[in-house]
């Protein structure tokens, strides 16, 4: 128990969420509890992460979360250690929910350089119906996804909006496939009002410097008989100069998307093109999504430096080496130290 990487979590006192004020100490060792001298209250060391409360061993609990990231199915868990699998579903849905406020505050929070972004949706197979997942990616970081029962311009533009969540500037590349929803949607939210003075409302112009280029394929049944690049908004010396510079190609594509697509679809069973495994709701299949997108995130190390995908973007915040773990807080606005 380590009392300086801790913070206190009670909403009324002063020094609510702020680490290194030597305001934390232990309370009981046998207990693994704090408390603050700045408002004489205690917490518990587990408190604001997915195994607050929980009665079974963190380790047990690390080991199934992590098998889960990784593609295991939760029948296989249940059989392998004993669980009920109600208990495993309990655990996955409560880090999800933690990851997903954990990726809200790191991730979405304007602060990322976005340079390449490329988004597409995926199928997924649930009870009596079929679901659809829409992500975004700049390079290796997964932005973020959005689950809808149809593939409309609904999905589409809660995905938009979520890129311009997470962008500290404005100018930068944008490639789609061919669905003419994106064009619509990033039409709609990548757009400034004109301010003249006049009375009135002011006329809305598009957003200076985001470039916007579409792979069209054609099929012939399941095959892929020809693809199209074009450039959709900017010309296609201002792209071809911008994947030079970020180093993301040489022509209009969507490969970086793409293999997170086969990421997801290894990680998360319900996505696997032949297996067995459905969705059992949309909640559930939020979750999953989440957890494996912080996992792919803030894991091991995938990019090209070293690091994971979310530091070397500069969204992990904090500083030296750092490693995800479920029990990562929110509201601390650093990472825990690997």
Same mark, same amino acid.
């Given at each position: 128990?380590?009392?300086?990487?801790?913070?206190?979590?009670?909403?009324? @006192?002063?020094?609510?969420?702020?680490?290194?004020?030597?305001?934390?100490?232990?309370?009981?060792?046998?207990?693994?509890?704090?408390?603050?001298?700045?408002?004489?209250?205690?917490?518990?060391?587990? @408190?604001?992460?997915?195994?607050?409360? &929980?009665?079974?061993?963190?380790?047990?609990?690390?080991?199934?979360?992590?098998?889960?990231?990784? +593609? @295991?199915?939760?029948?296989?868990?249940?059989?392998?250690?004993?669980?009920? #699998?109600?208990?495993?579903?309990?655990?996955?849905?409560?880090?999800?929910?933690?990851?997903?406020?954990?990726?809200?505050?790191?991730? %979405?929070?304007?602060?990322?350089?976005?340079?390449?972004?490329?988004?597409? #949706?995926?199928?997924?197979? !649930?009870?009596?119906?079929? %679901?659809?997942?829409?992500?975004?990616?700049?390079?290796?970081?997964?932005?973020?996804?959005?689950?809808?029962?149809?593939?409309?311009?609904?999905?589409?533009?809660?995905?938009?909006?979520?890129?311009?969540?997470?962008?500290? $500037? &404005?100018?930068?590349?944008? @490639?789609?496939?061919?669905?003419?929803?994106?064009?619509? =949607?990033?039409?709609?939210?990548?757009?400034?009002?004109?301010?003249?003075?006049? !009375?009135?409302?002011?006329?809305?112009?598009?957003?200076?410097?985001? %470039?916007?280029?579409?792979?069209?394929?054609?099929?012939?049944?399941?095959?892929?008989?020809?693809?199209?690049?074009?450039?959709?908004?900017?010309?296609?010396? =201002?792209?071809?100069?911008?994947?030079?510079?970020?180093?993301?190609?040489? $022509?209009?594509?969507?490969?970086?998307?793409?293999?997170?697509?086969?990421?997801?679809?290894?990680?998360?069973?319900?996505?696997?093109?032949?297996?067995?495994?459905? !969705?059992? $709701?949309?909640?559930?299949?939020?979750?999953?999504?989440?957890?494996?997108?912080?996992?792919?995130?803030?894991? +091991?190390?995938?990019?090209?430096?070293?690091?994971?995908? =979310?530091?070397?973007?500069?969204?992990?915040?904090?500083?030296?080496?750092?490693?995800?773990?479920?029990?990562?807080?929110?509201?601390? $606005?650093?990472?825990?130290?690997?």
């Amino acid at each position: 128990m380590d009392p300086q990487v801790q913070f206190c979590h009670n909403s009324d @006192c002063p020094a609510r969420g702020q680490t290194g004020l030597g305001n934390i100490r232990i309370h009981s060792r046998k207990k693994r509890r704090y408390r603050c001298t700045a408002c004489n209250r205690t917490f518990a060391a587990t @408190c604001d992460t997915p195994f607050y409360r &929980l009665k079974k061993p963190m380790d047990l609990v690390t080991i199934v979360l992590t098998l889960l990231c990784h +593609g @295991c199915p939760l029948q296989a868990i249940v059989a392998a250690f004993g669980l009920d #699998e109600r208990t495993v579903a309990a655990w996955r849905d409560r880090a999800g929910r933690h990851g997903q406020r954990f990726h809200e505050h790191h991730v %979405l929070r304007g602060q990322v350089e976005l340079g390449h972004v490329q988004a597409d #949706e995926l199928s997924v197979k !649930a009870v009596a119906r079929r %679901l659809w997942m829409a992500m975004a990616v700049p390079s290796r970081l997964w932005l973020g996804g959005v689950i809808s029962p149809r593939r409309d311009l609904t999905l589409i533009l809660a995905v938009v909006q979520m890129v311009r969540r997470a962008a500290r $500037g &404005l100018a930068f590349l944008v @490639c789609v496939n061919g669905l003419a929803s994106y064009v619509t =949607a990033f039409a709609r939210v990548f757009r400034d009002p004109a301010r003249t003075g006049r !009375a009135g409302r002011p006329r809305l112009v598009p957003t200076a410097g985001l %470039l916007l280029g579409q792979v069209v394929k054609q099929h012939a049944g399941r095959h892929v008989v020809g693809v199209t690049r074009r450039a959709v908004r900017g010309t296609a010396g =201002a792209i071809a100069a911008l994947l030079a510079a970020t180093g993301t190609g040489t $022509g209009i594509n969507t490969a970086h998307i793409e293999r997170l697509n086969a990421t997801f679809r290894g990680a998360l069973s319900p996505l696997a093109r032949r297996g067995r495994a459905i !969705a059992r $709701g949309t909640e559930a299949l939020t979750a999953g999504m989440y957890l494996v997108g912080c996992a792919d995130n803030f894991c +091991g190390p995938t990019t090209a430096s070293g690091s994971p995908p =979310a530091r070397a973007s500069g969204s992990s915040g904090g500083s030296g080496p750092r490693r995800w773990r479920p029990g990562w807080r929110t509201g601390a $606005g650093r990472c825990a130290s690997g």
